[in-house]
């Protein structure tokens, strides 16, 4: 029956039946039982941690996993890392605005002062005290804003109560300077009467000297006279 059932080895069926178990034993086989050993022996090692090469095969499959387990500890610290640096530039972005904010609070206190001082300096007398004290309210009013917003420490107290210093000290120095120009104007009044003085002493002079002069051809000629009187 055995011997029945088998084809004839010229048949077609023969020829793939002969093809089929040339290819389970041929080189193709062998590769394949390769691969499920070595799928098997990752298996066994992820599971127990235990490594064990049976092979030279073997040896090129855990040196790759090696390699790939470094590059993946190698990502995994670049990327901790990045996550590090955006979490530290976050961080600091608050403090690099209020910086900012403080530097444009400066430039304003700064501007406000440069302005006082030339309005002080080139405005006349009652309007530049005008204009001090209300660019003075003005400053103090708008520091006293950007303090507040900014939280900056100083009291309102102090900082009102330092103005009020400042404007009487400014009041006693224009007081002083009105004194010393009043004075200056009278002594420059005084000096234009002595001038006047000096000239009509100046013209006297001349008149006194033109007179002796004359008289004094007077006397040449009345010695004269007396002279020819004696002959």
Known sequence: AELAAKPPPGSPEGEEKLAAKGKSSG???RKGKGQ?????????RRSTGVVSIPAAESLDEY?????????RKKE?????????????????T????LLQVSSEHLLVLIFSL????????????DDASNRYSRTDRTTYSRYSRDANSSGSSV??????KRIEELERELAKERQENARLLKMTQDKEELI?????????????LDDIEDENEQLKQENKTLLKVVGQLTR
């Not at 040196?63 to 590059?71: L, R």
């Not at 440069?114 to 007398?125: R, S």
């Not at 009291?155 to 009102?160: G, K, M, R, S, Y």
């Not at 234009?192 to 006297?204: H, T, V």
């Open 192 to 204: 234009g009467k002595l001038k006047e003085e000096i000239d009509l002493l100046n013209r006297d």
């Open 76 to 92: 995994d610290a670049i990327t901790q890392q990045n996550t590090i640096q955006n979490e530290s530039s976050s961080a600091d």
């Open 155 to 160: 009291p309102n107290n102090a900082l009102e």
């Open 27 to 29: 080189p193709s086989a």
């Open 114 to 125: 440069v302005f006082k001082v030339i309005l002080t300096t080139n405005a006349p007398e």
């Open 94 to 97: 608050p403090g690099s605005y």
């Open 63 to 71: 040196e790759d996993d090696e390699a790939g387990q470094k590059e």
């Open 36 to 44: 499920i050993e070595k799928r098997k022996l990752r298996e066994k």
